[in-house]
């Protein structure tokens, strides 16, 4: 009965750490992990001693006996990572159980020739800023303070993961786990860059590593963008998880066609949600103006068109099989022929598995078996947005060559990637969207370090950001123990003096459980995991009406400031 990975694997390797024969791959020290889709156990090795369960933070691996119908591809794919014949690693790449690496954090010198712990600022509060606090935290005596300019933290998990997609949002656990630690602390509801400055943040710490993501998209640059009707499938993303930005997005439903312009998990995610049952959807965490848009949506089709032939598809294989379980999805003639052609020529195993997947798909030509349906749409690279007063359709060219394909559609959204904004004080590379940096250590800003999207472009997964929030901390205790880093000029108790002079509506950690106890409240009476705040104003509400600490906890927090 060995252990299976399925669909919502995150790619943090907590499981690689935890399995005790060394049975899961690729692991983060191993080269192919950069561009791994998921993780995979070796079914053969596996010991069935369920250690990886536990430590898995989503709940993504589970005895292959226990499976629900649509995860039972997953028991293939897990076992087709191990095959020779197919394996994108060698067999006998395999590390021997005793030779696990875990990420060594060099401890921090007690104080060394430093005036006091390790003490550092991170902006932000997504996977990367609460990964890179975790591996400080593993350190005695370190300090972390998160800022994020929400009243609610953790970053894409809360406004970025799709509403269907519960168990992946079970990372926050963890990340609440991490957030109770004694030498953690929130400054919610706080701007770094407008309420604060890089400098007077740096001059409480010894170091700021900016953990902000990539919030803005890639634009299309063709005509007709700028007209009603068309959007970015990541804003969509955004007001469907009721990110306070975005309520007001102004989505319309009230046509039958959606195209989505590129196929990456982002596009999938929109396709299914507009496609789902709105009363699946009614139990999940999804925006109450979303789920009352979409019961009133007339869209029967939503297109996902990529400029490329399907074996380039950029959506992963654990999305598309999801897909498949939970959504009619359908391809044309012609791209059923390319799949076909792309079929006979893939040589390596991921490809393959995509294509064997998209050749057991539904005709479009066929009638709609349900009520909206998915159609993947493949050598389309777009050229304009049609419509005089608001968007009609999209005019393509068929890639490589003269044929213009028209599709008509009342909303166009692009799905074509992020990318980063330019952070005050800090160097920017515009064209990568990234701070140019060495390892997460930031070249030409003292103090300044950067992981997750804003370090290394907007790939990968929640995970992914566990090894590169590793590095980055890896390099900047290495600077601290060299005497590189400054010490702070004040005391912990000054730095909430100037944060509170400057934003008096700060939400601290106490604060943010006030509004995440409302928020469950609110949804145990409508059986779902939550119903979410989108106002800010409702939110710093709720957290001021939080009890005032408790005369011990007062007490730690005083001992704390004069540590
Ligand atoms: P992505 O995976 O980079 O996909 C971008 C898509 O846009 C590709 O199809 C790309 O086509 C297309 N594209 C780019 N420029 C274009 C242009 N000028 N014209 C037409 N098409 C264009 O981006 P994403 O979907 O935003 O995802 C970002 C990251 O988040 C990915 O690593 C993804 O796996 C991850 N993510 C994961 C999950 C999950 O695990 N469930 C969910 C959401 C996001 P080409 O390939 O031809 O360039």
């Given at each position: 009965m060995p252990h299976v990975i399925t669909?919502?694997?995150?790619?943090?390797g907590s499981c690689v750490y935890a399995c005790p024969v060394n049975c899961?791959?690729?692991?983060?020290?191993?080269?192919e992990f950069a561009s791994a889709e998921m993780l995979y156990i070796d079914p053969v090795a596996c010991v069935d001693c369920g250690a990886c369960v536990s430590a898995c933070p989503v709940g993504a691996i589970a005895p292959d006996s226990r499976l629900t119908i649509d995860q039972q591809p997953f028991i293939a794919l897990n076992a087709l990572f191990y095959e020779p014949v197919h394996a994108a690693r060698p067999a006998d790449k395999k590390l021997p159980p005793t030779s696990k690496l875990a990420p060594v954090i060099p401890a921090p010198e007690i104080h060394g020739n430093h005036n006091g712990p390790l003490t550092v600022a991170i902006v932000g509060s997504g996977p990367a800023a609460m990964y890179a606090a975790d591996e400080l935290l593993t350190q005695p005596g370190v300090r972390v303070n998160v800022f994020e300019k929400?009243?609610?933290?953790?970053g894409l998990v809360r406004a970025g993961v799709a509403p269907d997609h519960q168990t992946t949002k079970r990372v926050t656990k963890l990340f609440d786990r991490i957030a109770r630690r004694r030498e953690f602390r929130f400054y919610l509801n706080v701007e770094v860059g407008d309420q604060l400055s890089h400098a007077d943040v740096l001059a409480h710490h010894h170091a700021v590593i900016y953990a902000v993501g990539a919030p803005n998209d890639k634009r299309l640059d063709i005509d007709g963008m700028d007209l009603p009707g068309t959007n970015t499938a990541t804003e969509l993303v955004a007001w469907i998880n009721g990110h306070p930005d975005y309520v007001d997005l102004p989505v319309d439903l009230g046509h039958e066609r959606v195209i989505v312009i590129g196929n990456g998990n982002v596009a999938l995610d929109v396709a299914r949600v507009l496609t789902a049952d709105p009363d699946e959807l009614a139990h999940t965490d999804i925006a109450d103006h979303a789920l009352a848009a979409l019961r009133e949506s007339k869209v029967r089709e939503v297109v996902v068109a990529?400029?490329?032939?399907?074996?380039?598809?950029?959506?992963?294989l654990p999305e598309l099989i999801g897909l498949t379980s939970s959504a009619e999805v359908v391809l044309g003639e012609a791209d059923r022929g390319a799949v076909r052609r792309g079929l006979a020529t893939a040589t390596d195993m991921l490809t393959k598995q995509k294509l064997e997947v998209l050749s057991t798909l539904g005709h479009a030509?066929?009638?709609?078996?349900?009520?909206a349906r998915i159609r993947l749409a493949y050598n389309l690279t777009p050229q304009r947005v049609l419509g005089q007063r608001r968007a009609s359709g999209m005019e393509f060219a068929v890639t490589g060559t003269d044929e213009v394909q028209t599709i008509d559609a009342g909303l166009v959204l692009t799905s074509i990637g992020y990318h980063g904004k330019a952070i005050k004080d800090l160097p920017f590379d515009d064209e990568a969207g990234v701070v140019p940096n060495d390892g997460g250590r930031v070249t030409q800003a003292e103090g300044a370090y950067v992981a997750g999207w804003i370090k290394r472009g907007p790939t990968g997964f929640i995970g992914t950001n566990k090894s590169c929030a590793a590095q980055t901390v890896q390099r900047l205790v290495d600077d601290y123990n060299a005497g590189l880093l400054r010490d702070p000029v004040a005391k912990p108790s000054a730095l909430d003096r100037l944060v509170r002079q400057r934003q008096p509506q700060i939400v601290d950690a106490k604060g943010w459980r006030a509004i995440d106890a409302a928020e469950i409240a609110r949804g145990e009476v409508a059986d779902r995991p939550r119903v979410k705040f989108t106002s800010v104003a409702d939110m710093v509400e709720v957290a001021a009406a939080a009890p005032a600490p408790s005369l011990r906890s007062r007490v730690v927090e005083r001992i704390r400031e004069l540590a």
């Amino acid at each position: 009965m060995p252990h299976v990975i399925t669909q919502s694997c995150c790619s943090d390797g907590s499981c690689v750490y935890a399995c005790p024969v060394n049975c899961i791959h690729p692991s983060p020290d191993e080269p192919e992990f950069a561009s791994a889709e998921m993780l995979y156990i070796d079914p053969v090795a596996c010991v069935d001693c369920g250690a990886c369960v536990s430590a898995c933070p989503v709940g993504a691996i589970a005895p292959d006996s226990r499976l629900t119908i649509d995860q039972q591809p997953f028991i293939a794919l897990n076992a087709l990572f191990y095959e020779p014949v197919h394996a994108a690693r060698p067999a006998d790449k395999k590390l021997p159980p005793t030779s696990k690496l875990a990420p060594v954090i060099p401890a921090p010198e007690i104080h060394g020739n430093h005036n006091g712990p390790l003490t550092v600022a991170i902006v932000g509060s997504g996977p990367a800023a609460m990964y890179a606090a975790d591996e400080l935290l593993t350190q005695p005596g370190v300090r972390v303070n998160v800022f994020e300019k929400l009243p609610t933290p953790y970053g894409l998990v809360r406004a970025g993961v799709a509403p269907d997609h519960q168990t992946t949002k079970r990372v926050t656990k963890l990340f609440d786990r991490i957030a109770r630690r004694r030498e953690f602390r929130f400054y919610l509801n706080v701007e770094v860059g407008d309420q604060l400055s890089h400098a007077d943040v740096l001059a409480h710490h010894h170091a700021v590593i900016y953990a902000v993501g990539a919030p803005n998209d890639k634009r299309l640059d063709i005509d007709g963008m700028d007209l009603p009707g068309t959007n970015t499938a990541t804003e969509l993303v955004a007001w469907i998880n009721g990110h306070p930005d975005y309520v007001d997005l102004p989505v319309d439903l009230g046509h039958e066609r959606v195209i989505v312009i590129g196929n990456g998990n982002v596009a999938l995610d929109v396709a299914r949600v507009l496609t789902a049952d709105p009363d699946e959807l009614a139990h999940t965490d999804i925006a109450d103006h979303a789920l009352a848009a979409l019961r009133e949506s007339k869209v029967r089709e939503v297109v996902v068109a990529a400029r490329r032939g399907p074996e380039h598809s950029a959506f992963t294989l654990p999305e598309l099989i999801g897909l498949t379980s939970s959504a009619e999805v359908v391809l044309g003639e012609a791209d059923r022929g390319a799949v076909r052609r792309g079929l006979a020529t893939a040589t390596d195993m991921l490809t393959k598995q995509k294509l064997e997947v998209l050749s057991t798909l539904g005709h479009a030509e066929n009638p709609a078996m349900s009520r909206a349906r998915i159609r993947l749409a493949y050598n389309l690279t777009p050229q304009r947005v049609l419509g005089q007063r608001r968007a009609s359709g999209m005019e393509f060219a068929v890639t490589g060559t003269d044929e213009v394909q028209t599709i008509d559609a009342g909303l166009v959204l692009t799905s074509i990637g992020y990318h980063g904004k330019a952070i005050k004080d800090l160097p920017f590379d515009d064209e990568a969207g990234v701070v140019p940096n060495d390892g997460g250590r930031v070249t030409q800003a003292e103090g300044a370090y950067v992981a997750g999207w804003i370090k290394r472009g907007p790939t990968g997964f929640i995970g992914t950001n566990k090894s590169c929030a590793a590095q980055t901390v890896q390099r900047l205790v290495d600077d601290y123990n060299a005497g590189l880093l400054r010490d702070p000029v004040a005391k912990p108790s000054a730095l909430d003096r100037l944060v509170r002079q400057r934003q008096p509506q700060i939400v601290d950690a106490k604060g943010w459980r006030a509004i995440d106890a409302a928020e469950i409240a609110r949804g145990e009476v409508a059986d779902r995991p939550r119903v979410k705040f989108t106002s800010v104003a409702d939110m710093v509400e709720v957290a001021a009406a939080a009890p005032a600490p408790s005369l011990r906890s007062r007490v730690v927090e005083r001992i704390r400031e004069l540590a």
